[in-house]
């Protein structure tokens, strides 16, 4: 299994991104049940949790992307998206998806640059 994330870029403040994520090389059944998450890591700090989605589609999210970010899953492709609306400098970071439970391998990740 290998994840594949994508969609990162430059934008200024107040802009759009979406990102995505393919669990390349993974069955529907061992995807489709698990909860998803996207991470980031920005320089010198540790990797956060900052949305996540179960399997029926609830979610929950960081208090700092809470009402900006937005976190969905197509089961069938085997794909979790995360709309950022709103970009903040200090969302600048590297994110990364991966299983909420069940870690898998990291992926390269997509870089997110905000300016202000």
């Known amino acids: 299994v290998q994840l594949v994330e994508s969609g990162g870029g430059l934008v200024q403040a107040g802009e759009f991104l979406k990102l995505s994520c393919t669990a390349s090389?993974?069955?529907?059944?061992?995807?489709?049940?698990?909860?998803w998450g996207w991470y980031r890591q920005a320089p010198g700090q540790q990797r956060e949790l900052v949305a996540s989605i179960g399997s029926r589609g609830s979610t929950n999210y960081a208090d700092s992307v809470k009402g900006r970010f937005t976190i969905s899953r197509d089961n069938r492709r085997k794909r979790v998206y995360l709309e950022m609306t709103n970009l903040k400098p200090e969302d600048t970071a590297v994110y990364y998806c991966n299983q909420v439970s069940n870690i898998l391998d990291w992926g390269q990740g997509t870089q997110v640059t905000v300016s202000s």
């Open positions: 090389g993974m069955i529907t059944s061992v995807f489709n049940p698990a909860d």
